[in-house]
């Protein structure tokens, strides 16, 4: 039982990883929220397993949380936004996606060699779900630096929340207020966002981060 | 007795959170603005207490040496710098600057923020802090975009991107802390307190306290603003409201800086991790560094003094980062004397930028002709911050340079030249402000100059005599410290 | 101190009447400069009427440090009573200060011809002095002292010999000499020619018995310089003190032909050599004072040998 | 006990800083506050003057609970720190007094009264400081009330500049004593003086810490090159605190380094006697010439400090190498040359600057081109002032000639050092020394002559009017000290004996016992000087010529217009100005020294406009030193300034890369 889960686990952790490189390689706003929305899935997937093999129920809530809020209810109101602010069009990403590609694979591989050196006593279970996460979180990263544009800069920030998950959940028994202030923080997040987006349409006619930079003091 | 030291905590915690709430509801703003000095000055007596009583150590709360040096300097600066609000807002009020509406959501904001400091402080795990530090990056967000413009809705926005991305790293590094703690002390609460952290970090998996640091040191970092993930800093205290300036540069920086102590007491406790001190040093030396230099093309003058809490930070984070009895308890007299220091010079700052209707400093000059006050306030602050005597803050900056020098003496030089550097700015500009024919508008300020000179107060008794009951207290932490 | 005072005059007209023979002209009498002196005594003083009190006292001051320092120099015989009141050092300075008085003087009535004097003239002196110090240093760290009749009389020793850095030391001091007295080719006494004078448009403006005196006081500076030169350097029959009056007489004797032949050879010296543009006296000067570092350096050298 | 009494002094003048922040509006605050400093330092002075006389009965150590808690705030007095006291409190009470007169011209009192007590006791507290926290924070507390009273009067063009430099310049120099004793205490911290002495650091630190010394109390003192920030803010004070800063700060840092290195340090290094004369030299030559070519009074008096602490540095440096050699007589004859000219300096640099500021505040003029014929105005502020020029020049029978004959004396013993750098080096430095000491005198030529003499130039020049009692009081005050100390040096010498006792192991021989007042370094045989008698003797003689003449000879007197040389005109304009003074000496030196460059527009025959001279010279330690550091901090901090307008993406990539790179040094770590 315990190799399949382990599998099992790391089958999860291993598409989260995959699902980000997809985050990286769309470059059109609905196929980015669309894929973002499947990895919201994998996550779910990925800690209801958890759940399971660690008999740890309250994790099935963060799963839900996880199912709910990321795969749906964002992704709409994301949808909404970008139909609103009229940008379906392609995102520019600031480097090419081959090299960003690259880079993400450089980031996976350091993630993993990070980890090595950590001893099996913190659970194998624990270091691999560590590595994949981290390298989830790398990923998400690498995808506010890649684009210009503020609504897949969140996107990408919430994929980092994802790997954050996958890595609570990962730890055994971890007390749940952990949980709850990632949900918690997310929640605010995303009302936080929306008001700015909102603001932001309000006084620009896009919300691309390069724009409002010229509204600094001190440009001299 | 640890009744009534509990009650205390509970007092801390929750006065700020029902004000909080009674803010939300209340319509006048006068009265509003003095409930809210009314609640920072209790919440500053319940503080008070515990130096005399303190609750046994809670799963969730504790009060020990380190946090009540915190929780005391961040209550007594929170209820002057309310006094010092309320007379700022009521002018913001009259050249309509804020809206009522806003003004409401301002003050319940104000003790939101009070209440989630306190909580970080108080917490005795490492998740519970985690929140509390979340919510205060929030609470500051909303509070740094209220004026709604342009500049001030981006600072905010970029105040929120940088800050949620260090959030998110910090919340690894704890996640990370969890799994050290599991596998040693078991699964449960206990993984994540402090008290029992501290105690059982030697069997910890070196390996991952370092993974988990390094995490730390850049989620919690942020905050601080240290360089290279400062650049929230500047824009939010420029374009926020003064009051908050000062609490960011004042408090919230020392809240994240205490975070990433705590972490640190935990890693120099476990003999196989790596030592924290160099990354710490390197990261202090590069802010204080950075920021003198960044000092001298500055014409905003809070962007100025934002700028300058950066290299205090640097130079407070360098010193735990040297580590040794002499530096950390200069460490932590320079980061009082510090928070002191500037949130009275954005006091001043606050008044001279509403006196003179303009924060750009080409535009103000000759303060010590056309307000005397408001213009002595600025040198004596400058003088101050400089490091110079008869303020405090030369007595940190003397035992800093000095002890790092026999250890250390390139570090010391370089840190000496910077802080040479960054005193060349401060003066240009003083020059310019305090000095001169006087410009611009020469009404009268309203201004309260309780809250400032109160500090200044303070900052030069420290650099004429420590108490001697202060003085154990700091060489006691500091020995906790290394 | 009379005694100087009776011979200075002595030694100037000498010069003069010599230069004059040289010249083949026939000049003014050994005693010209005595009536000189007492005429201008007897004539009334014409003042500016910007003169201020600095004008009418700086004579009396010039004529009395020169007076001083030149009777503190042991003429014709050693260890005379109060020689060690001052050593060389303190002559040279006593001489800087009766020229700093002159010079100030030379700007009290505010013109341009006192302003052209006085400037020059310090020029000059910042070079001369620290070259006439040099020559000090070198002949003290030889004698091991500053007082001149100490430094004479190690000179008399046997033990000192010949030596370069001395020759130095002598070629230094009577550049310096030379200039200090405003001699040619530093500067010629005899004209008034505004592009050339230093010392005589200083004194432009004087008259009656203040000229009197600062003539008077030159004439002792020209004295003192020889005597010192005498005294240092042919230090042969200077009496020492308590010897008893032949030996004063004696010293007497062969100090007035020392004068003599020093007088001789400068009267020589002038008429051969032209007068230099001012702004060669810089390097002038510079060379005497080269010569006086190197001899004090020469010194180690050959003290090292 | 006299060192209580000292601090009860120094507390008595900050609570009057205190007080005068509160009643500086008040018309009588002036009078009351330089009354009240007067009276404090005289107390002080007494007590300083007397500890010096009898150092075994008063010196004494105190320990106040203040400063830094584990070590206290810990005062020494000692005979150096005595004699320096004496240095200080003469000056700050002859200040008070001037200030009594002076401050009534005062514009912004409420500028400067506050401060100027602070200033006084923040020197007095670092010549009491026994510890190294104490001593630097009396002595920034010093530099910073002085900053204030440069700012006084900000409104003046260049003030804010030059008080902005000061403040710079004062800060780096107590980083550098900050490194210094950061090397002596040690890691332990050991921050008092007395645990410093138990344990003298090894030869290499002491180097460093005698060069940082340098750095620091140099650069507060104006050793060449650190000299920029010294004329332009002395000038800028008010003149009595330009007095103080010239005549007395800069001690105070002298002392500084003869407390740092002649009794902190150990023994010293034969190589350190090189360095130090040979700076002084330097400094001293170059003061001079910079003096020379300036037309500002005020500036001309600051870099005379320049070249007065020059000739203080070079007895210092020969006495460091005289202690190295071990011959401690010459050791001592060179620290107490230096010493005693610290004290002449003091007293007639004061005097300088006080008149200096009689005639600003008589014609509001410090530019000499517009001054002159002031004699007949001010004739008494003449008097004064001539003394002090004289004493200045080194002219027997003034004050400043004997330190400077005791300087000479020194050096004419260095060919007994062993090393044969000095032995060639130090004759060197003399001449240097000398003609420094010519050149003096031809810039006070100028100085009294341009200003007092000749005709005035100016209206204002014209019709000027003699300054207060009271600063004239203080004048005649210090050029009478001028004199004494000139004339009988031998007590001063034998006053300054504990001193040298105390830091170079052996004193001079007694002096008053010798007959007739004669001062004998050595020995009879070697050298001696007796100021008395020459004093009386010129005295004397002038005496005598004046009443042989005036009895015997004519005394008739006739005025008439000037004579000439046969030119009638007789426009003030025709006079020698400064500038034309000194330009014989700028074409000697200046070429080489300021890269002088001289101009002549003559305008064409037949054109009416006036022939313009335009002198152009380069202060070439700015050019080489400062211009390119301004440059450096100028280039960063544009380049880095990038950095404020990135977009939010970049400032992530900033935070991203951080990450990386911190796990990247982990796993080379590991």
Partial sequence: MDRLSLDIAHLFAGGLVLVSFMLLYQDRMSGLVNTFASHAVVVSLSVAWQAYIQQAPHLYITSAIALVVKAFVIPVALHRIIVRLGIHGTIEPVVGIGQTMLAGIGLVALSILVMLPITAQAGTLAREDLAFSLSVILLGLLMMVSRRNAVSQVIGFMSIENGLILAATGAKGMPLVVEISVAFSILVALIVIGIFLFRIRERFDTVDVHDLDRYRGERP | MSDAGSLAVGAILLVPALSAALLALLPDDRTAARLNVVATLLTLGSAVVLFAVRPAPGHFLIVDDLNVVFIVLSTFVGSTTSVFSASYIAHELEIGRLAPAYLRFYHAMYQTLMFAMNLALLSNNIGLMWVAVELATLTTVMMVGIYRTAAALEAAWKYFILGSVGIALALFGTILVYLAARSVVGEGLDAMAWSVLVGSAAKFDPALLNLSFVFLLLGYGTKVGLVPLHAWLPDAHAEGPTPISAVLSGLLLNVALFAVLRFKTIMSSNPGALAPGPLMVSLGLLSVLFASFMLYRRHDIKRMFAYSSIEHMGIVTFAFGMGGALANFAGLLHMTLHSLTKSAIFFCVGHIAQVKGTQHMPDIRGLTVSHPLLGWGMVLGVVAIAGLPPMGIFVSEFLIVTSTFARQPALAVVLGLSLLVALGALLLRLNGLAFGDPYGSNEPSKASFVPVFAHFGLVFAAGIWLPPALVAWFQHVAALLS | MLLVLALAPLLTGYVRKLKAHLLRRQGPPLAQPYRDLLRLLRKEVVLAHSASWVFRVAPYLVFATTWVAAALVPTFATGLIFSYAADMIAIVALLGSARFMLALAGLDVGTSFGGIGSSREMMIASLAEPAMLMVVFTLSLLAGSTQLSSIAASLQGPDVGLRVSLALALIGLIMVAIAENARIPVDNPATHLELTMVHEAMILEYSGRHLALIEAASYLKLLLYVSVIACVFFPWGLAVAGQGLAAYLAGLAVYVAKLAASGFLLAIFETAIAKMRVFRVPDFLGAALMLGLLATLLLFVTRAG | ?670
Avoid at chain 4, 63 to 73: E, K, N, Q, S, V
Avoid at chain 4, 295 to 309: F, G, M, P, S
Avoid at chain 4, 568 to 592: E, H, K, L, N
């Fill in chain 4, 1 to 670: 006990m006299a060192l209580g009494g000292l601090l009860w002094c120094i507390a008595a003048l900050l609570a009057a800083s205190v007080a005068a922040i509160a009643v500086a509006r008040h018309r009588a605050a002036t009078t009351f506050v330089y009354a009240f400093a007067l009276g404090v330092t005289t107390v002080a002075l007494v007590i300083a003057a007397a500890s010096l006389l009898a150092p075994d009965a008063l010196s004494g150590a105190l320990t106040l609970p203040l400063g830094l808690p584990w070590l206290g705030a810990r005062f020494r007095l000692d005979a150096l720190a005595a004699f320096f006291l004496v240095v200080v409190n003469l000056g700050s009470a002859t200040a008070s007094l001037y200030g009594l007169g002076y401050g009534r011209h005062e514009e912004a009192p409420a500028r400067v009264l506050p401060f100027f007590p602070a200033f006084i006791s923040g020197m007095n507290l670092v010549v009491l400081a026994a510890d190294a926290f104490t001593f630097l924070f009396a002595w920034e507390f010093m530099s910073l009330s002085s900053w204030a009273l440069v700012m006084a009067h900000h409104r003046r063009s260049g003030n804010a500049a030059a008080g902005f430099l000061y403040l710079l310049m004062a800060s780096l120099g107590t980083l550098a004593l900050l490194l210094a004793f950061g090397l002596l205490a040690g890691p332990s911290g050991g921050y008092a003086f007395d645990a410093i002495r138990a344990m003298p650091p090894s030869a290499g630190v002491a180097g460093v810490v005698l060069a940082l010394a340098l750095v620091g109390c140099g650069s507060k003192a104006g050793l060449v090159p650190l000299h920029v920030w010294l004329p332009l803010a002395h000038p800028a004070a008010p003149s009595h605190v330009s007095a103080l800063m010239s005549g007395v700060m800069t001690k105070v840092a002298v002392y500084g380094f003869v407390r740092i290195v002649f009794d902190l340090l150990g023994a010293p290094n034969w190589w350190w006697g090189a360095v130090v004369p040979l700076l002084g030299g330097v400094t001293a030559a170059m003061g001079v010439l910079y003096a020379l070519m300036q037309h500002d009074l005020k500036r001309l008096l600051a870099y005379h400090t320049v070249e007065n602490i020059g000739i203080i540095f070079i007895g210092l440096g020969l006495a460091l190498a005289f202690q190295a050699a071990g011959m401690r007589g010459a050791a001592a004859l060179a620290l107490t040359a230096a010493l005693f000219h610290v004290f002449n300096h003091s007293v007639f640099k004061s005097l300088l600057f006080f008149g200096a500021g009689a005639v600003l505040t008589a014609t509001g003029e410090r530019d000499m081109e517009h001054l002159g014929g002031l004699i007949h105005r001010m004739p008494l502020t003449a008097l004064a002032f001539l003394v002090g020029s004289a004493a200045i020049s080194a002219l027997p029978p003034f004050n400043g000639f004997v330190s400077e004959w005791l300087t000479f004396q020194a050096i004419l013993i260095s060919p007994a050092l062993p090393q044969w750098v000095l032995k060639f080096l130090i004759p060197a430095i003399g001449a240097l020394l000398a003609l420094s000491a010519a050149l003096a005198a031809a810039c006070f030529v100028k100085a009294f002559g341009v200003t007092f003499l000749g005709r005035p130039r100016t209206p204002v020049a014209r019709d000027a009017a003699e300054t207060s009692s009271w600063s004239l009081g203080a004048m005649f005050l210090l050029a009478g000290l001028c004199l004494v100390a000139g004339i009988l040096p031998g007590y001063f010498i034998d006053a300054l004996a504990p001193v040298a006792q105390a830091l170079a192991g052996a004193h001079l021989p007694r002096q008053h016992e010798l007959d007739w007042l004669t001062i004998v370094p050595i020995a009879q045989s070697r050298s001696s000087y007796n100021g008395l008698l020459l004093f009386s003797l010129v005295a004397l003689a002038a005496g005598l010529a004046a009443d042989v003449i005036h009895r015997w000879a004519s005394d008739a007197v006739r005025r008439s217009e000037p004579w000439d040389c046969g030119f009638p005109d007789a426009t003030p304009v025709t006079q020698y100005t400064a500038g034309s003074f000194t330009q014989p000496i700028r074409r000697v030196f200046g070429t080489v020294v300021f890269r002088a460059r001289e101009e002549v527009h003559v305008p064409r025959p037949g054109d009416s406009s006036a022939a313009r001279l335009h002198v152009q010279l380069r202060d070439v330690p700015w050019d080489l030193l400062y211009a390119p550091a301004a440059g450096l901090v100028d280039f960063v901090a544009d380049h880095l300034n990038k950095v404020q307008f990135l977009t939010i993406r970049a400032y992530l990539t900033l935070v991203f890369g951080a990450l990386v790179v911190l796990l990247m040094v982990l796993v080379v770590w590991q």
